[in-house]
């Protein structure tokens, strides 16, 4: 080989050694962004409070009638009703048990209530009977608002 030859072979070698350098260090570049963004995401999704509200629950006698927002009611799904929150909203549902772990359910506001309810949420019974409220009128339970 010659001595052309022979600087050329590692001027190239040089040359792929940083190309290699160079998108090793792109890709670790985005993976740490990817995980701060991921980071940031998880800790702004969920409210810091949760508010106390008055629930009650619906039973099957409203299945196949339209909600507020137009949906169809089914007793089956993890849907609520409140006075304010938009219809699409998820929320988190928990019920507080003294000497036993808390029960939390998502649930999906599909429905308004009247102003003049007695209770700030309705739940279906699926999720009255995921939390253990079926036979009792109201309950206060806790509502914690998952941003998006």
């Known amino acids: 080989m010659t001595i052309r030859k022979v600087r050329r072979v590692r001027k190239v070698r ?37 508010t106390p509200v008055l629930t ?14 137009g949906k169809i009611f089914d007793s089956n799904s993890f849907t609520a009703a409140h006075k304010t929150l ?4 998820i929320i988190i549902i928990t019920h507080e048990l003294e000497g036993e772990e808390d029960k939390s359910v998502l649930v999906k506001i599909n429905d308004r209530l009247p102003p003049d ?29 998952i941003k998006y």
């Open 14 to 50: 040089s040359i792929m050694f940083i190309y290699k350098f160079v998108k090793i260090s792109i890709i670790i570049s985005f993976l740490i962004c990817f995980y701060l963004l991921i980071k940031n995401i998880n800790k702004e999704c969920v409210s810091r409070t949760s």
């Open 86 to 89: 938009n219809f699409g909203q």
């Open 56 to 69: 009650s629950w619906s039973d099957a006698s409203f299945n196949g009638k339209k909600t507020s927002s």
């Open 117 to 145: 309810s007695p209770a700030d949420l309705v739940v279906t019974s699926a999720v009255a009977e995921e939390l253990g409220l079926i036979g009792k009128p109201i309950t206060k339970l806790k509502l914690t608002i």
